[in-house]
């Protein structure tokens, strides 16, 4: 069982930046596939980023060249440096673990709030 905690939602304007957390439990987070996700209400979850154990970095248009995800294999943490924010981020963001065996685990979610 792998436990991720979020953390650095939080209400901001347009155009600022704000950076998300996510810490993982156990001893095989190098090893580990990870996301972050959005959902907006009513809305499927979808990808924003992802960052392979080999750091290897995907990312959704929307977002190309505002998002940067990172790793820190020594702390467990996964970061998703968000810069430039839209009204239209505004979302519950969720952070995913992928296994080597292919389970996935999820995080609760952060809020991130972008006014004009």
């Known amino acids: 069982q792998v436990q991720l905690v979020e953390s650095g939602g939080g209400l901001l304007q347009a155009g600022g930046s704000l950076r998300l957390s996510c810490a993982a439990s156990?001893?095989?987070?190098?090893?580990?596939?990870m996301g972050w996700y959005r959902q907006a209400p009513g809305k499927q979850r979808v990808l924003v980023a992802s960052?392979?154990?080999?750091?290897?970095?995907n990312y959704a248009d929307s977002v190309k060249g505002r998002f940067t995800i990172s790793r820190d294999n020594a702390k467990n943490t996964v970061y998703l440096q968000m810069n430039s924010l839209k009204v239209e981020d505004t979302t519950v963001y969720y952070c995913?673990?992928?296994?080597?065996?292919?389970?996935?685990?999820w995080g609760q979610g952060t809020q991130v709030t972008v006014s004009s």
């Open positions: 995913k673990a992928s296994t080597t065996t292919y389970v996935t685990y």
């Open positions: 156990g001893s095989s987070f190098s090893l580990y596939a």
């Open positions: 960052i392979t154990s080999g750091g290897t970095t």
